[in-house]
């Protein structure tokens, strides 16, 4: 049973664009949600983090959304830019371990 | 990056064989952790541990077992490698419920 799903799998937007990446979660204990991103031949490096006592973090061009009801949270990239293009990870953390999704590859046109 | 280091990098082995991975930190981070990643599964925990010889297992650990005696290190072993435990394998340390911090990884390759 997964109990983090992430969506889209890809992603191709244009220099500029906002992409928006979504994850949802099942279990309630999660009190910890990290996004990572991933360039190839990397491990994943920490982008942002949220806990689910607030709605909304900014760091930058970078912005999480929580959605504590629904279960739900988001990454947005503001005027996204060609450096962009990674594998972005969302994940939930509860108890000292992490459930990630299955990924996100973005890809930003010039 | 963190003071995480994984290895090998890369390794061949074949079927059968024993193989272990080493991942080594400098951060006496508390927690660490053995990762696999594969094409459309993203990162699935194999084992953790939450302090020196206390381990626990993740959502992919049949065919691993794991020795943390130290602080620092942090060891896989697959005890009979199999072609499915072909992957990219990630060791990653952080403190309780705090980002992750992951090493470069090891490519690892069952023939």
């Known amino acids: 049973q997964q109990q983090v799903k992430q969506s889209p799998q890809s992603l191709i937007v244009q220099k500029g664009g906002i992409p928006i990446i979504n994850c949802a979660y099942e279990?309630?204990?999660?009190?910890?949600f990290p996004w990572y991103q991933q360039f190839p031949g990397k491990g994943p490096a920490l982008l942002i983090a949220?806990?689910?006592?607030?709605s909304e973090k900014k760091e930058g061009r970078f912005t999480i959304s929580f959605n504590k009801s629904a279960k739900q949270f988001s990454l947005h990239i503001m005027d996204s830019q060609p450096g962009d293009s990674a594998t972005y990870f969302c994940?939930?953390?509860?108890?000292?371990?992490?459930?990630f999704g299955d990924g996100t590859t973005l890809t930003v046109k010039p | 990056d963190a003071g995480i280091t994984q290895s090998p990098r890369h390794k061949v082995t074949e079927t059968g064989t024993p193989v272990t991975l080493r991942c080594h930190q400098t951060?006496?981070?508390?927690?660490m952790y053995w990762y696999r990643q594969d094409p459309g599964h993203g990162l699935r925990l194999i084992h953790y541990?939450?302090?020196?010889?206390?381990?626990d297992k993740g959502e992919v650990s049949d065919g691993y077992s794991v020795s943390r005696s130290k602080t620092e290190d942090f060891l896989l072993t697959l005890e009979s490698a199999t072609s499915s435990q072909t992957s990219v394998y990630f060791c990653?340390?952080?403190?309780?419920?705090?980002?992750?911090?992951f090493g470069q990884g090891t490519r690892l390759t069952v023939v």
């Open positions: 990653a340390i952080s403190e309780l419920n705090t980002e992750a911090f």
């Open positions: 951060e006496n981070h508390r927690y």
């Open positions: 994940a939930a953390t509860h108890a000292g371990k992490s459930t």
């Open positions: 949220i806990r689910p006592d607030v």
């Open positions: 279990n309630t204990a999660f009190d910890y």
């Open positions: 541990s939450y302090g020196v010889k206390d381990t």
